[in-house]
């Protein structure tokens, strides 16, 4: 089926990426995305567009045709694209132009909108990341904090990677969704605000667009505050970064 692509939120992190994620980057891109779309929002008239554009070719389906890489595996389309790119910020600029290179190939006469997620009524399992595509929690005061749980046990499934600039970027979609949507912060969600507020680097007393809570808590146990490390050291910073979150909140959250 078609993918349909949030440009209102895109447009505005192409135009000002350090306003948005910091580093023009598609990982922390993906990561605001799911902070801000994935787990609050949904379609508006989903079922209708999908009878449609079912048999329009999805984002991921016309990657494989361009590139004729049918044999990937479960890849994700988006390493086909890094595959000819220079560096991140070359990949960045890519990435983009291919979305809008596919919005020209399948043009629709819909507005593509959006709107608060409908909670489910009734959870017969532990959602994961995945089930959170077509259903939330039916109180939200417990989803960012369900959520965390999930990414503290399977944080490459979110992410990708261990890389606590990741979460920050996630945070930063969620707070941003629920401010431009009018919804009220959850207890939790002030307390996990407040503590990314509450980071200082003893070490460094710098300030600039560019110093993040996450890289200030990262430079505590490295000395690179960005970029990559290895993964030990990078699973070290999260596995101490969710044992202080459960100091800051008084929430347990395994």
């Not at 369900?146 to 606590?164: A, C, L, N, T, V």
């Amino acid at each position: 089926m078609r993918s349909f692509i949030n440009w209102n939120i895109l447009q505005r992190i192409q135009n000002s990426p350090k306003e948005f994620i910091v580093q023009r980057n598609v990982a922390l891109l993906d990561a605001f995305l799911l902070g801000y779309e994935d787990l609050l929002l949904q379609l508006e008239n989903e079922q209708q567009l999908k009878e449609n554009y079912g048999n329009i070719l999805s984002l991921e389906e016309y990657a494989r045709k361009k590139y004729k890489a049918e044999n990937i595996g479960s890849r994700n389309f988006k390493s086909i694209i890094s595959f000819t790119c220079e560096d991140d910020l070359d990949f960045f600029h890519k990435y983009f132009d291919f979305l809008k290179e596919y919005e020209q190939a399948y043009p629709i006469q819909e507005v593509i909108t959006y709107k608060l997620r409908e909670p489910r009524k009734n959870i017969t399992k532990q959602l994961t990341k995945f089930d959170y595509s077509f259903a939330s929690l039916p109180n939200r005061s417990n989803e960012l904090k369900e959520w965390i749980k999930g990414m503290r046990k399977r944080y490459p499934m979110y992410f990708g990677h261990y890389d606590i600039s990741y979460f920050r970027a996630f945070l930063d979609g969620y707070f941003l969704c629920k401010k431009e949507y009018n919804l009220p912060f959850t207890t939790f969600d002030t307390k996990i605000k407040s503590f990314t507020e509450s980071i200082i680097c003893e070490d460094l007393n710098i300030t600039g667009e560019f110093i993040t809570w996450d890289r200030k808590y990262r430079y505590k146990t490295d000395w690179n505050s960005w970029g990559k490390i290895s993964e030990t050291t990078a699973k070290e910073i999260l596995e101490n970064l969710w044992k202080d979150l459960e100091i800051f909140t008084g929430e347990k959250l395994e």
